[in-house]
């Protein structure tokens, strides 16, 4: 039921910038909500890791970076790290009957 | 630092209801955020359930609102979450997290239902 479309994976060497898209319509990034990013490990609660577009939360590395144009957003690493390899999901509001929070599809990023 | 962990039973059958509790320690639930339920089914995405305000009000996600129920205690500084008539499809890891500005900053570890006979 993800209403932000993300692409499945995406890899990098150490060291290497790789950014993941989210892409969605005019009721939720298109309308000018906020996009967040949250870091999933398996077996651990999802980080929130950027906040309001391009915001990094207290402790998360300035390797991080987000941003939000039309209906979509960016998720950036920068230096890539082998800690940096788990899922990522962006996250927006959406006013149509989607319900209020919607997620993206996910994003398995893997460090090569 | 705030806590969230999540506990109930971890099988549940088909037709049945789902009950989960989230308890909230090193924050007042009585305060000012939203505190919210999230399902991610195996080899799924993650899909919002529904959000409890600290007075009551509630929030649904409209693909399972008629199902769902949150309710909040404040005296325990906890919330639940009720899922009746589950299916298989109901088979996912539960989350509870808090909720400001739209997004959630604090979230528990997770607690996987298996919904089978």
């Known amino acids: 039921q993800s209403v932000l479309t993300q692409p499945p994976s995406v890899s990098g060497a150490p060291g290497q910038r790789v950014t993941i898209s989210c892409t969605g319509s005019s009721s939720n990034i298109g309308a000018g909500y906020d996009v967040h990013w949250y870091q999933h490990l398996p077996g651990t609660a999802p980080k929130l890791l950027i906040y309001?577009?391009?915001n990094r939360p207290s402790g998360v590395p300035d390797r991080f970076s987000g941003s939000r144009s039309g209906t979509s957003a960016s998720l950036a690493i920068t230096g890539l790290q082998a800690e940096d390899e788990a899922d990522y999901y962006c996250?927006?509001?959406?006013?149509?009957?989607?319900?209020?929070?919607?997620f993206g599809t996910g994003t398995k990023v893997t460090v090569l | 630092q705030v806590q969230l962990q999540e506990s109930g039973p971890g099988l549940v059958k088909p037709s049945e209801t789902l009950s989960l509790s989230c308890a909230v320690s090193g924050y007042s639930i009585s305060s000012v955020y939203y505190w919210v339920w999230i399902r991610q089914p195996p080899g799924k995405g993650l899909e919002w359930i529904g959000s409890i305000y600290h007075s009551g009000t509630t929030y649904y996600n409209p693909s399972l609102k008629s199902r769902v129920t949150i309710s909040i205690d404040t005296s325990n500084n906890q919330f639940s979450l009720k899922v009746s008539s589950v299916t298989a499809a109901d088979t996912a890891m539960y989350y509870c997290?808090?909720?400001?500005?739209?997004?959630?900053?604090?979230w528990g570890q997770g607690t996987l239902v298996t919904v089978s006979s």
């Open positions: 309001g577009n391009n």
């Open positions: 997290a808090r909720s400001i500005n739209w997004n959630f900053d604090y």
């Open positions: 996250q927006s509001y959406d006013s149509s009957l989607s319900g209020f929070y919607v």
